[in-house]
Nanobody, 122 residues
Framework: VQLQASGGGLVQAGGSLRLSCADS????????VGWFRQAPGKEREFVAS????????YYADSVKGRFTISRDNAKNTVYLQMNSLKPEDTAVYYC????????????????WGQGTQVTVSS
């Protein structure tokens, strides 16, 4: 499993970004994947996760209705579409893979990828 997050950047409040988590190590499609974020001075927190099949998704309350997680197993990539961004969404975003079909983010994933910086200006 070799995960790499990308797609971060600087955006104004109310704008959108789409993050990608690509796996060059060909993670089995049975592995669930989660997105997490860490703001300066704060602990890393769960954002969203998706089951291996893509049928089941989980979201943190703070992003429900604004973020959408999806995956394309043919491309070994998981996406996080972020809309209506707020300054408090500013953080380094990480993706992680869990060696199970289902994953709700309550514990750290088995594998971490490198992060991508998201900055939302007010």
């Amino acid at each position: 499993v070799q995960l790499q997050a990308s797609g971060g950047g600087l955006v104004q409040a109310g704008g959108s970004l789409r993050l990608s988590c690509a796996d060059s190590g060909r993670t089995p499609s049975t592995y669930a994947v989660g997105w997490f974020r860490q703001a300066p001075g704060k602990e890393r927190e769960f954002v969203a996760s998706i089951s291996g099949s893509g049928r089941f998704v989980y979201y943190a309350d703070s992003v429900k209705g604004r973020f959408t997680i999806s995956r394309d197993n043919a491309k070994n990539t998981v996406y996080l579409q972020m809309n209506s961004l707020k300054p408090e969404d500013t953080a380094v975003y990480y993706c992680g893979a869990q060696k199970s079909q289902y994953y709700n983010g309550e514990r750290p994933p088995d594998y971490w990828g490198q992060g991508t910086q998201v900055t939302v200006s007010s």
